[in-house]
């Protein structure tokens, strides 16, 4: 069911990768508006336990109405998804059987111009998930330094024109604070090399990327959620992510990869001295994408990467 809110991506392929059973206990770690929680509820009906965590209020009250018919066993919760363990701490909840992140921003978030997410229209430079967070796009773009700032758009948006766009940015600052999406948009494609001011991509897609992700510190809570994840995962449980682009798909890629190795000893050292053991099996050794058809229906679909993980061991 496509929700007007937002359109999950990747819904069967995900139910699947989960290894969805009844009375089960599983964590959305990126609610939204609710779509994949309901869908795994329905999947492991009657008794299935969903804790679904998110740190948008407009996310939240969208996936409470979505999810009303399945009466008390959703557990929606407002936080950050890397904070996982400590949720659960205060849930009297051990083990999980399976968790889900979908990563980056929804469609309702890019959509609505209040938020600051899209420069396809105008609106403050804000950018938060949470709008109770003190840190803003408009505090990042006219505060740092341009060191600072062409280091977040080349680490976090890949941006090779990273130097240009944050002279660029600081020059403008001078005249006034920068304070709206277009107005920005405008200054970082007029940085551009003429050749690439009108590619297929917009020039300012890599620059907002990177402010989002610097803004709500997303990789960081990415390896926090995963690390917390794996530590909660019931043996047999299975964790899958969903990311849009590739810094998110690597780190994902890198640490599962990592926790289905255990030793971590040297390669030169001959016999095992740390009896790491591996924590997770790769279910997934080349990411799982969406059809052609899916595509078509959900243009956002078309750079979804879904990578799954089973845990091996338990450590609960």
Do not use: W
């Amino acid at each position: 069911m496509k929700s007007p809110y937002h359109e999950p991506v990747l819904m069967r392929e995900i139910l699947e990768s989960l290894n969805l059973k009844p009375g089960g206990i599983y964590v959305d770690g990126t609610l939204g508006g609710g779509g994949h929680a309901r869908e795994i509820l329905a999947a492991t009906a009657p008794d299935g336990i969903l804790v679904g965590i998110d740190r948008d209020d407009e996310a939240l009250a969208e996936a409470q109405r979505v999810l009303e018919p399945c009466g008390t066993r959703p557990i929606l919760v407002k936080g950050n998804y890397a904070d996982l363990a400590e949720i659960l701490d205060r849930l009297g909840i051990d083990g999980v059987d399976g968790i889900v992140l979908d990563l980056g921003v929804s469609s309702h978030q890019l959509e609505t111009a209040g938020r600051g997410f899209s420069f396809t229209q105008s609106a403050p430079l804000d950018m938060r998930m949470d709008r109770d967070a003190p840190l803003t796009a408009r505090e990042l773009v006219n505060t740092l330094d341009p060191r600072e700032i062409k280091h977040i758009l080349r680490l976090y948006g890949e941006e090779l024109q990273a130097g240009r766009i944050a002279r660029a940015i600081a020059e403008r600052r001078k005249q006034a604070p920068i304070e709206r999406t277009d107005e920005l948009a405008a200054i970082v494609a007029t940085a551009m090399p003429a050749h690439m001011r009108h590619g297929r991509i917009h020039p300012a897609t890599r620059t907002f990327q990177a402010l989002r992700i610097a803004v709500n510190d997303e990789l960081t809570s990415l390896r926090r959620g995963i690390a917390s994840g794996i530590d909660r995962l019931k043996e047999g449980g299975r964790f899958s992510v969903i990311s849009f682009h590739s810094l998110e798909d690597r780190m994902v890629k890198e640490l599962f990869r990592d926790a289905s190795r255990g030793c971590t000893c040297p390669h030169d050292l001959p016999v095992c001295a740390c009896g790491g053991k591996p924590r997770l099996r790769v279910i997934t050794r080349k990411p799982v994408r969406p059809g052609e058809g899916e595509v078509e229906r959900n243009p956002r679909a078309r750079s979804a990467k879904l990578r799954t993980a089973e845990r091996t061991g338990s450590c609960l």
